[in-house]
């Protein structure tokens, strides 16, 4: 069966189920019951083009002993709950001989197993889908919320082989998506919840009987849906209990994809949801990738006065244009602060929202000029409930990425002894509190 038969559409046509289902089987996940403890969180925040690091690596091991470099200097105020782990290297993509393959690293940087040359697709499932399954075992809903900024394609959060978890790129539907119920009466979101079960009783019914005429790897596919839609029955079933949340104000409008300047606005949102998302528990791993793997479609930042030349062409520059570079990576920080603030601010016990989560910041490669993928400038804010040992830069020589992977996944609890293939183990002793 081709793509083109097997579009969400196709399929919906198939069952005889209009045009009108789709939004549905992208429906807000409803909130989970409040916890008996404040949950671990995961968010992952990505971009290309890599950083400009004699203005980012602190010269010291100790964060607090000295001020942090130019580019780092937005998470000054949290520098104590930053922690960098020096001398991570995607080193499935180097065993390929793909050193300077950065620009298609997406597909490996949380999956852990190299894509096919020429291509960024997931091979695997991304510790955010790893962590998510954990969580759904355990009777947690919402376990997952996948966000982008520039809707071109590239991910980083895959279920499966060649199945991308498709980012939301819609700050305005994601508002609605999360806090649309937010304010509705106990008895108005119970019908909402039940008539939206017999719709879902419908497709699984009909999707598994369609899934019976077809061969074994569409048949894969389409249990890969029913298993996504059985999330979202869970999902619907704890909507009666969506404990009080405050939503962020995001104003009105909308958001001009082809107006580059409108991308500040957008960054901004995104990063306002993604910590009310987690605030509210509405999700527990987030992932935000806010440009393309491809080297950022001619995208340029005429809010700091850089017009031209685009991000990519001023990456391979190098050190030739570090002013620029330097002011570009400062910015995406910024936009990284603006998260960290939102979770830092909402208490929690005797810490905050922030101390019980662990913000992933990543790049696909190094730097821009070469596209190399050794060294990759991993930066983790927040200890995940006490797990990490912030404060602090740790040289790990030259570590395999799949070990901080495994890592992360076990500061979600989440009893990994692997992620990716080719290198097991993790990173533990060198990271944990």
Request: charged share 20%.
């Amino acid at each position: 069966m081709n793509q083109a038969r097997f579009s969400r559409r196709a399929l919906l046509q198939a069952l005889g189920v209009g045009a009108a289902m789709l939004p549905l089987l992208h429906a807000e996940r409803a909130a989970t019951a409040a916890p008996s403890a404040f949950p671990k969180r995961m968010i992952a925040v990505t971009w290309t083009n890599g950083i400009f690091q004699q203005n980012w690596l602190p010269g010291n091991d100790d964060l607090n002993a000295a001020r942090l470099p130019t580019i780092l200097e937005p998470l000054e105020s949290w520098k104590s709950k930053v922690l960098i782990p020096q001398g991570v290297d995607l080193k499935v993509m180097l065993d390929a001989n793909r050193t300077y393959d950065g620009h298609f690293s997406y597909g490996a940087l949380f999956t852990g197993v190299s894509p096919a040359p020429g291509v960024s697709d997931g091979v695997a499932p991304s510790i955010d889908q790893i962590i998510g399954d954990d969580l759904r075992s355990k009777g947690v809903s919402s376990p997952q919320l996948n966000l982008g900024c520039r809707p071109y394609g590239f991910s980083t959060s895959w279920a499966g082989r060649n199945q991308k978890n498709n980012a939301e790129t819609d700050p305005y539907r994601l508002f609605n998506r999360l806090f649309g119920g937010a304010s509705l009466p106990a008895a108005q979101i119970d019908k909402l919840r039940k008539r939206r079960q017999s719709v879902l009783d419908l497709v699984g019914t009909d999707l598994e009987r369609f899934g019976q005429r077809l061969g074994t790897e569409d048949r894969l596919k389409v249990q890969a849906h029913l298993d996504s839609i059985r999330a979202l029955e869970l999902d619907l079933e704890a909507a009666a209990s969506q404990r009080a949340c405050t939503p962020p104000a995001i104003g009105e409008g909308g958001i001009n994809y082809n107006n580059i300047n409108d991308y500040p606005k957008h960054v901004d949102l995104m990063m306002k949801l993604a910590a009310a998302a987690v605030k509210c528990d509405l999700a527990r791993t987030v992932t935000l990738d806010l440009i393309d793997d491809g080297g950022g479609n001619s995208l340029t930042f005429p809010w700091l006065g850089i017009g031209s030349p685009d991000y990519h062409a001023i990456a391979h520059e190098g050190a030739n244009n570090a002013t620029q570079k330097t002011a570009i990576d400062r910015w995406f920080y910024e936009q990284v602060a603006t998260l960290v603030a939102q979770l830092a601010d909402s208490s929690e016990g005797d810490g905050s929202a922030l101390d019980n989560s662990v913000v992933v910041v990543a790049n696909d490669m190094n730097e821009g000029n070469y596209h190399a993928v050794d060294n990759i400038p991993f930066l983790l804010v927040g200890s995940c409930g006490g797990f990490f040992k912030t404060g602090r830069k740790v040289k790990l020589g030259s570590m395999p990425h799949n070990k901080l992977l495994a890592t992360l996944c076990h500061a979600m609890d989440v009893p990994v002894s692997s992620v990716g293939e080719g290198y097991g183990g993790d990173c533990d002793a060198f990271l944990k509190a």
